[in-house]
Nanobody, 123 residues
Framework: QVQLVESGGGLVQTGGSLRLSCAGSGRAFSSYGMGWFRQAPGKEREFVAVISWSGGSTRYADSVKGRFTISRDNAKNTLYLQMNSLKPEDTAVYYC????????????????WGQGTQVTVSS
């Protein structure tokens, strides 16, 4: 129903910053709640941050609070994740996901996912 493409991943040093983007197409982007999730090798996909369809509500995993910021620009059909003070444990493939008129911290309830973008933080 909606197609998502992540970009902005790469290799950074500990303490560095990256800004991930998720470009949406298909149904009106502004009607979807959006989330960022990540998956490290050998581990389950985990919640990072979510934002409501209007952008008025957000929630973060405890591990990233104070360091990551989720935002959206509905005029550009784009979701963002600003990541600061990066740590080696942030290394993972990062995915964005969408749900119509709703949002959740559980990755299992999302049906529409991007292809993922690799973030690697060197120690």
């Amino acid at each position: 129903q909606v197609q998502l493409v992540e970009s902005g991943g790469g290799l950074v040093q500990t303490g560095g910053s990256l800004r991930l983007s998720c470009a949406g197409s298909g149904r009106a982007f502004s009607s979807y709640g959006m989330g960022w999730f990540r998956q490290a090798p050998g581990k389950e996909r985990e919640f990072v941050a979510v934002i409501s369809w209007s952008g008025g509500s957000t929630r973060y995993a405890d591990s990233v609070k104070g360091r990551f910021t989720i935002s959206r620009d509905n005029a550009k059909n784009t979701l963002y994740l600003q990541m600061n003070s990066l740590k080696p444990e942030d290394t993972a493939v990062y995915y964005c996901a969408a749900r119509p008129r709703s949002w959740s911290t559980s990755p299992g309830v999302y049906a529409d996912w991007g292809q993922g973008t690799q973030v690697t933080v060197s120690s």
